[in-house]
Every structure is written in structure tokens, then in C-alpha cells.
């Protein structure tokens, strides 16, 4: 049996527990501060993620819908999203994904965001970077439910944007520039992919260099500099060393999240206080006076954006998005997700039947090779430094008879409940797709010979019912 948890995070948990069914009546602000010197509050109290890209601010609210304010918000689409429960906003364009895990889009490229056949489902987080071409986006990168990320778009100066390690299929975070792509793994370490941060002399700087042994909780990168934030609280930082955006001050410690603007880095402390550096020549990156009780920053290519909530930055997670009931063949893989918001970073553990998974402590819960023993109840609770709240009970139900063994001949033994016609099926992909042979009457025991496939071996049935 093969179960795998992603979105893996690494931190302390109290005994505090708070449930799910319990009301979390809570308030938020959303204050945007950039390179004019004007600070805004966007009016926004619902908020549960935030995300800046060039000249706008697209918020994600607790009901699924997407607000974006600023300069882009003009070319519209976002007033359309329903029930998404993650956005990431580049430049000219944003994309999301909904409670169904499908891949949304908004902005003034958001009609020319058709990718090629890559697998675009199963989608649990998406990044965005900064940049256009002359008639569409940049380039997009998406992380599916199985761990492996997808990118697709515009390749910056051939920099090897979807040049995606193959053993990378354990990622658990992304995070999208215009020549360099980065992700945390499962285990916490971080894993690159590009040619590193173009200078103004067409020369390539090194990428970031990652020291033995670092764990990270967060990572973010722009066109000119990377920054990674440890499980020890501490922020690494490389790249163009250009207005000093690479230059970390002695107050960013117990950092729980960082966030690279195209020449500025913004940090969030695990006591809810932003910490900017960098670019500061039109006086409008500092961190506004008296910000407080922040529990998510992102900074963009104009400016910076912080979801302000005093109490929940000393309060347990709170889940806006609950993992979802599925049904799964036999065979097959399926999964479950959570989508919290609070005080980051926040550690998992998943449940089936009231019991605790082993190994399953990660944001989502992939499990392969889908068998009868994995149909039931499942939840999951969400942790962090203040507390934990169980998720609603979501159930997996189970499709079709998975045969004892699978047999790689042209012949399978059949069994099934007598009076009870079932579907036979075949795959000859190992079990990625499946090709219907036929209906056959359930038996105690009985021989199909598959005469279409007589010249092939690795062969695996199931029945269906």
C-alpha cells in the first residue's frame, strides 16, 4: 500500500485544538505599499491569500472568489472565478485553481493561456512570474496533486524553464521567475531549474547556492535574486546583488515566509511583522508604521501586499478550503487536499477511520494503487505554533474488483459475485489507461483468455463493476 503526503512543513505544535465545525469569526485588512510612497488599504476583511504581480493585487477571499485591484484589474476575468482556493498574479495575466483542482485564469492574456496537452489537472498550487512576450504571457508553472510541477509559456533567452528534473516528483511548493524556476521537497530541501538571473551584461549570475544540509519552510524568486527562508527561522538570499536586495538585515530572524519583488525582498517574522529590504529610492518599499499582526506578504514587481489579521497571526490555522469526498477505481490513485490560512508554517496529519496515517503529514494526500482497505472516512489536522483545527470528514469511496495479483499474460483469472455482470478491462501501460474488453458474469473461478492481445506481454486486468 502506497501512500504518499505532500506540502510537507516543518514546526513545533501545541495542544491547543480548535474544531472545524466551530465558528472562526475573524477580520482581515489588506494593505498594499509600493514605489509611489502611497500605502492603501484595499477594503478587503475576508481575505485568506494574497498575491502581487505588476501594477495590481489579486486577493483570494473566504468565500472562492478573487478581488483584484490596480492598474491590470481594468482587463478583467477575475469577477468570474468561483470557488478557487489558490492564485498566483504575474504580469498582464493571473491563473488560480478551483475546488475541483482545474486550472483558471485572469487578466488581459488570459484567452491566449492554452497550453499544449500537459496534464493540467489535478492541480494543487500555481505560480506566475513577472514577465510578457510580445503577444502573450510569460510562463506558467503548476504543482498537480502527485508532487510533479508543469510549466509551459514564454522560455526567456532559452534558460531551460521546463527543463524539469525527472526525480523531481516529490514537491510540496513552487515558485515562478523569468529565467529561473525553483520547489521545496517533501523532506524541506529546495530544488532549482534555468540558467540562473540575467544581468544587464548578458551574463548569467550563479544560482543560488544551497548550503549542506539546508531545510527550507518557504521559497520565492524574481528576475534578480532568490530568497529561501530555513526551518531555523533564518532567510538565505542570492542573486544580482543589484540595490542590495540580496543584502539581508540582522533583524530577519524567526522568518516564517519570504517574498521576492523584482529589485526588493519582503519578509514575515513568526510574531506577524514585515521586514523589507532593498530598493527603497522612491521611498515607498519600507514597511508602513504600526504594521502589525501580518499572516502572509507577497511582493511583486510595483509593490508589496500584506494580509493583516491580529488574531489569527496568534491563533491555529483556520481551513477556508475542506478536502473534498472522492471516488476511485480500483487501481487507480486519488487524493486528498486542505487549503489553510493563518499564522504559517503549518505541519499536517491525515486520518482514515479516526486513525492516524503514518507518514502522512503533508498539505495533500496522495494515495496510489487505490485497494479496498483505503475506503473510508478521512480528515485531516491542521497545525501551527498556537494550535490546530480538524478539518470536516471527507469519504473515498471505492469502484470496481482490484484481482488478487496482476497477471502480465494474455490470460486473467476472473472471479466476482455470481448473478453479477462486470466490466473487464485491460491496460497495457501498467495501469495509466484502460481499454474495455468486454462483460463477463461474475464466477467463483473461472479463465479469460484475451485473444486481442495475444502478441503482448505486461498485461494487467481489473474487473469493474
Known sequence: MKIRSLFAVFFAISSLFVSSNAMFAFETRVIEWGQDGQITDLKINDAVAVSSGQMSVAVLRRNGKVTVSGYWATWGGSEELRDIVAIASGELVGIAVDKNQNLRSWGMYRDKLNPPDLALHDIVAVAADNSTGFNGPGHQLVLRADGRPIAWGLNWFYTDLYNIPTDLVDAIAISASFYYNMAIRRNGEFVQWGKGWYVFDDSFV????????????????????????????????????????????????????????????????????????????????????????????????????????????????????????????????????????????????????????????????????????????????????????????????????????????????????????????????????????????????????????????????????
Request: charged residues 15%.
Open 206 to 465: 550563479s544560482t543560488l547556492p544551497p548550503p549542506q544540509n539546508l531545510k527550507v519552510v518557504s521559497v520565492s524568486n524574481n528576475s534578480n535574486h532568490a530568497l529561501a527562508a530555513t526551518t531555523e527561522g533564518n532567510v538565505v538570499a542570492c542573486g544580482n546583488l543589484y540595490n542590495g536586495v540580496c543584502n539581508v538585515p540582522p533583524n530577519a530572524k524567526n522568518i516564517v515566509m519570504v517574498s521576492a519583488g523584482t529589485d526588493f525582498s519582503v519578509a514575515l517574522t513568526e510574531s506577524g511583522e514585515v521586514i523589507t529590504w532593498g530598493n527603497d529610492k522612491w521611498g515607498g518599499f519600507k514597511t508602513p508604521a504600526g504594521l502589525k499582526g501580518a499572516i502572509a506578504i507577497s511582493a511583486g514587481r510595483d509593490s508589496c501586499a500584506a494580509i493583516i489579521c491580529e488574531e489569527l497571526a496568534s491563533a491555529a490555522p483556520y481551513i477556508y478550503a475542506q478536502p473534498g469526498s472522492r471516488t476511485a477505481e480500483m487501481g487507480q490513485s486519488t487524493y486528498f487536499v486542505v487549503y489553510p490560512t493563518g499564522m504559517p508554517p503549518f505541519s499536517y496529519q491525515w486520518y482514515r477511520n479516526n486513525t492516524k496515517i503514518a507518514g502522512a503529514k503533508s498539505q495533500v494526500l496522495y494515495i496510489e494503487n487505490v485497494r479496498p482497505e483505503h475506503a473510508g472516512e478521512y480528515k485531516v489536522e491542521v497545525a501551527n505554533k498556537h494550535g490546530a483545527m480538524m478539518s470536516e470528514p471527507a469519504t473515498l469511496n471505492t469502484k470496481g474488483i482490484l484481482l488478487d495479483s496482476p497477471v502480465y499474460v494474455p490470460c486473467t483469472l476472473v472471479f466476482g459475485e455470481p448473478g453479477v455482470n462486470y466490466m473487464l478491462q485491460v491496460s497495457t501501460d501498467n495501469g495509466i489507461t484502460w481499454k474495455n474488453l468486454g462483460t463477463v458474469p461474475g464466477t467463483p473461478y473461472s479463465w479469460y483468455y484475451d485473444y486481442s492481445n495475444i502478441d503482448k506481454y505486461n498485461l494487467l486486468y481489473r474487473l469493474v463493476k
